[in-house]
């Protein structure tokens, strides 16, 4: 149990995907100018990760290591990736037509989204069983979300602030995402 | 030998991966748009084609396929625009006809022949009368689309602009846009 807990505390803030190990700034960048598609993107990341990391945890276990061709995994990984995105899609556009538009081309770049791919490399390299690899997955996400809907709204409150002309669009969303990850560093010494 | 596994391994996974995905787009498979139905349940079915578009389906497909802005849609009004952004994700604009002042039609009673054929074009219903009676306006219906216009045969109905009553009177609005020069 307490192991599910530090897995989880240890994915979501100390080492966030974002802003400490730096994967993913792709979507943070583009999908965070409204609070509503951040969240959108960020369910369907954490959807898409938890899944990938299962599915591919199977793939290596099951597949991989008994053929002795490890070699494979990086491809294999992103064949995997590449299906359970796919399937989201098809899914989300008969499920949820208006999460389908407001996430737009979002969805399919969640494929060459480099949180993908890392959490589930990670996996491997940390040699986590199945649950381990669900709930890292499942983490992954659930940081990137959380990260996401922050900077969402910060960045739909700094729109209407008065900010500096050298300083408008983008160079004051890069500003405050470093002053985010400085503020994520402080999570450093919560667990252990 | 080795390689020849991974090459086997490898299609076949592909194969498998490629298995599911050909299942799931037949299982969620879907006729059209979804998009079009959501917009055209949000659009006010009023059919006045003051957009351009013959009707509120046509409309909603041009929307669905980013042809047509959102805010042309004039009985629909800022409620509609609104909406539609939150649909769609576009952004909120204020409704393109709306410089040209509110108007409705007008009949003008003692050259009506009752010919009820206003009444047919109506869309929103707003023209009272019956054959062979003068015909006229429910002002507070009238989304002012023109629609009776072309179709009367003696040209008695006129576009007309509201008359400021003491119920309808407001204040002008406030110029420029807003927060502009409060800031300042």
Redesign the interface.
Known sequence: MSDIIFILISTVLVNNFVLVKFLGLCPFMGVSK?A??ALGMGLATTFVLTLSSILSYL?HAY??VP???E??RT??FI??I??VV??TE??M???S??LY??L?IYLPLITTNCIVLGVVLINVQEQHNLLQAGLYGFGAGTGFALVLALFATLRERIAVA?VPAAFQGSAIALVTAGIMSMAFMGFAGLVK | MNEFIALMLFTLLALGFGGLLAWAAKRFHIDGNPLIGQIDAILPQTQCAQCGYPGCKPYAEAIANDEADINLCVPGGETVVIMLSELTGKEIKPIEAEAKPKQFAFIKEEECIGCVKCIAACPVDAIIGAAKFTHTVITHECTGCELCIPVCPTDCIVMEEPSVTQRNWQWPKPVGPIGEGARK
């Open positions: 409204k509503d598609s793939v597949l991989l053929f002795d061709v070699f494979l491809v294999a064949l995997t590449a299906t796919g399937f098809v899914a556009r008969k499920l037509p208006m538009s407001i737009g008065d």
